[in-house]
């Protein structure tokens, strides 16, 4: 194959015309969805310039959103419509009327602002308590806190002991902190092929190869793990094993037992993700049951009370406790107390009750409603979870559908984000039920999805 050249018109830095290069390229047909662009080091050669310019050219035209990079694979360009992506977000200003459909967040209620208020009044009334946060802690967390915060797991089911945990400033920083305490740059770590964005950023961090796993009905494949390790063992494995994040798929009793037998034969590490909450008759056995010597599992307050609290826990078997420990003191010295005080005044009283048993009940008929809308199409999720997952229909694309939904201020996310490795994207989008802000205008978004399912847009073509 006659490797792409590009024609750099662009006045100005090089790697700027690298990346306006790629857009001319797209639009115009000459790079196809899915085609890899040449490798760094190749291009370079060709161009007479440095790899670190065209590394540059390649990371803003995926800032643009023209291209996609994947650890270990290479620079793609991304599948679907050759317009700039719209990129999976965690926080972006919104027209009135808008529904968003694409983050995972909590059902909106007036209680978390309120119980939150509730607390901040007591800890401003505490003498004691802005003493403590407004002096050093220990790395960990003052003890308190986290028997307060392991009360409260056990009270949601998850019985842990304050001596497991570390407090962290939530559930993605436990998993760039668990990265950095416990593998090196180069080493490869194992994921679903579709896995949480975050995982993926979190890994090219920290310059490590994650190697993409095929998954069925029953959660991550065990034979093509087997294969992979009986290759090269990947440092650790990461999972959400009862609802995988975005497909909703859970991992079997079988995989779990099977995974650990895996793990255990091969020296291999366990990052367990807990942070999309499901009530506990919705879960399975935990793998930090299974395999306590060699699993780390994450959970965190963000789907549960609220994302902007930005405060979890990391439980971590004893041999790796003063590693991870070690790693937080060089990040941050320590997760400021008095957020931590927050939390623990606010899941002690009965708002956190309240307002679970609500959120319960609430993603329960949200997931009921989704699945009355879009009867007739396969469907995956999990009856009290937040997310749905909806395989399109042959010949359609899901680059086109966001699109044209968004037309329609309805905001969805494709399956590009959680790819791993270089399979192609599956045709396919999530959607975050939790994160309408009523049920009345989730049912309008999903009204006007089922529209466009069943009088599919038109796609757009720039070439001939």
């Given at each position: 194959m006659t490797i792409w050249h590009p024609t750099i018109t662009t006045q100005g830095p090089r790697y700027r015309g690298i990346a306006d290069a790629i857009a001319r390229a797209i639009q115009a047909g000459e790079l196809a969805p899915g085609q890899r662009l040449p490798p760094q080091r190749r291009l370079a050669d060709s161009l007479g310039v440095t790899v670190g310019t065209v590394t540059r050219g390649y990371a803003e035209a995926e800032r643009q959103g023209w291209v996609t990079a994947r650890i270990g694979s290479g620079t793609y360009v991304r599948n679907g419509d050759t317009s700039p992506m719209t990129p999976l977000r965690h926080s972006h200003p919104m027209d009135a009327g808008t529904i968003d459909l694409s983050l995972s967040l909590p059902p909106p209620h007036p209680l978390r602002a309120a119980a939150l208020g509730r607390a901040l009044?007591?800890?401003?009334?505490?003498?004691d308590v802005?003493?403590?946060?407004?002096?050093?802690?220990?790395?960990?967390?003052i003890p308190a806190h986290r028997e307060q915060l392991a009360?409260?797991?056990?009270?949601?089911?998850m019985p842990v002991e304050a001596e497991q945990l570390l407090i962290t400033q939530g559930g993605q920083h436990g998993i760039s902190l668990a990265l950095q305490a416990l593998t090196r740059p180069g080493e490869r770590i194992a994921a679903d092929v579709l896995?949480?964005?975050?995982?993926?950023?979190?890994?090219?961090?920290?310059?490590?190869?994650?190697?993409?796993v095929p998954m069925d009905d029953e959660g991550m494949d065990m034979d093509a793990l087997a294969r992979l390790c009986a290759q090269q063992p990947p440092r650790l494995i990461y999972l959400t094993p009862d609802q995988n994040n975005p497909t909703g798929t859970v991992l079997s009793q079988n995989r779990r037992e099977r995974l650990v037998e895996l793990a255990r034969r091969h020296d291999v590490l366990i990052l367990e993700d807990g942070v999309q909450y499901l009530p506990e008759q919705e879960r399975g056995t935990p793998l930090h049951r299974l395999a306590p010597e060699r699993t780390l599992f994450i959970f965190s307050t963000a789907k549960v009370l609220a994302g902007g609290l930005r405060i979890g826990t990391l439980l971590a078997p004893p041999a790796l406790r003063e590693r991870l420990a070690a790693a937080l003191r060089a990040q941050s010295w320590m997760v400021p107390s008095l957020m931590v005080e927050a939390v623990c005044r606010w899941v002690a009283s009965e708002d956190d009750r309240t307002l679970l048993a609500w959120q319960t009940r609430e993603l329960g008929e949200r997931q009921r409603l989704a699945r009355e809308k879009l009867a007739g199409f396969a469907l995956g999720g999990r009856p009290h979870g937040a997310n749905l997952?909806?395989?399109l229909p042959e010949g359609l694309r899901s680059a086109v559908l966001q699109e044209a939904l968004a037309?329609?201020?309805v905001l969805v996310t494709s399956a590009e984000p959680f790819c791993v490795g270089s399979e192609p994207a599956p045709q396919a989008l999530r959607l975050c039920l939790s994160a309408a802000p009523s049920r009345e205008a989730l049912a309008k978004a999903l009204d006007i999805l089922v529209e466009l399912l069943h009088e599919p847009p038109a796609a757009p073509w720039r070439t001939v």
């Open positions: 009044e007591g800890i401003a009334m505490d003498d802005l003493q403590r946060a407004v002096a050093f802690q220990s790395e960990r967390g009360a409260w797991m056990t009270n949601l089911g896995t949480y964005p975050g995982l993926i950023d979190a890994a090219q961090q920290s310059h490590l190869k994650v190697m993409g997952w909806l395989p037309r329609r201020d």
